[in-house]
């Protein structure tokens, strides 16, 4: 493939699968977070197992799947058990080394609203909520988020707190006994935030071509930057190939 073009999902989606380690026991769910981790699997970390909410585990879908719940989840997966062992005897034990997240808001201590926006009683748009988010936010070794870089997808405080990030800062998992490390890494089409010894996510690396004056330009907060001459390598013809042409040749996710 010579196209060394790509779309700012495309950018999101390989430098998300980029974070991912061979051997990682992944909790995702399906759109753009799938499409990471199954690129990740294609590539650089043949032995990652990919866990979903509905009691699969180990699954190497043979197409794209749709819904947490579409049967091609099953074919070809380690094993099948109900959503309750999942969260309890997997999750919750220890045995999960990242959980993929996204949101409508993630505020500067990497919280995440999926509820409402807006005041709870009377929200100016109501959000589908938690699903499994809230407990992989807690119990998950490690999470990721990932999300277009927009001012009002950064508010400084999110209006609803549905996933743990670091709360209020440094400490503020360990008051709520939560085991999880929290969110590492926040991969949006600007560049990557990561969360310093406070728990404030701040600017680690940009894409080419992206400047810390539009990611702060996207920031209800003062972003602040580390290591600001850091610029992401940019996808490859292989990542892009497999992205448009096996993972999602009809562009369900990609468009």
């Known amino acids: 493939m010579a196209n060394t073009e790509y779309t700012s999902t495309e950018l999101m989606i390989v430098n998300s699968a980029r974070l991912l380690r061979d051997g990682d026991v992944v909790f995702?769910?399906?759109?753009?977070?799938?499409?990471?981790?199954?690129?990740?699997?294609r590539t650089h970390a043949p032995n990652l197992q990919m866990i979903y909410e509905a009691g699969v585990i180990g699954a190497r879908p043979a197409r794209l799947p749709l819904s947490i719940g579409d049967p091609t989840l099953v074919s070809g997966a380690s094993?099948?058990?109900?959503?309750?062992?999942?969260?309890t005897l997997y999750l919750q034990r220890?045995?999960?080394?990242?959980?993929?997240?996204?949101?409508?808001?993630?505020?500067?201590f990497g919280n995440i609203n999926a509820t409402v926006i807006g005041d709870y009683a009377q929200?100016?748009?109501?959000?589908?909520?938690?699903?499994?988010?809230?407990?992989?936010a807690a119990w998950a070794n490690r999470c990721y988020i990932i999300t277009p870089h927009q001012k009002r997808r950064f508010p400084e405080k999110v209006d609803f707190c549905t996933s743990a990030g670091f709360?209020?800062?440094?400490?503020?998992?360990?008051?709520?006994?939560?085991?999880?490390?929290?969110?590492q890494a926040v991969v949006t089409d600007i560049g990557i935030l990561q969360p310093d010894a406070s728990g404030e996510l701040v600017l680690t690396a940009l894409?080419?071509?992206?400047?810390?004056?539009?990611?702060?330009?996207?920031?209800g907060w003062a972003l602040r930057c580390e290591a600001?001459?850091?610029?992401?390598?940019p996808p490859t013809?292989?990542?892009?190939?497999?992205?448009?042409?096996?993972?999602?040749?009809e562009g369900i996710y990609l468009k």
């Open 28 to 41: 995702v769910g399906v759109g753009l977070p799938n499409l990471a981790c199954n690129l990740a699997q």
């Open 79 to 87: 094993s099948v058990c109900s959503m309750y062992e999942i969260f």
């Open 94 to 108: 220890g045995n999960v080394d990242v959980g993929f997240l996204g949101g409508a808001q993630i505020d500067k």
């Open 123 to 136: 929200p100016k748009t109501r959000l589908p909520g938690s699903g499994g988010s809230r407990e992989i």
């Open 167 to 183: 709360i209020d800062g440094s400490g503020g998992r360990e008051k709520l006994n939560l085991r999880g490390k929290g969110p």
């Open 207 to 219: 894409h080419p071509g992206r400047t810390l004056d539009e990611a702060r330009e996207n920031t």
């Open 228 to 233: 600001c001459n850091t610029v992401t390598e």
């Open 237 to 249: 013809p292989e990542e892009i190939g497999i992205l448009r042409q096996d993972l999602d040749p």
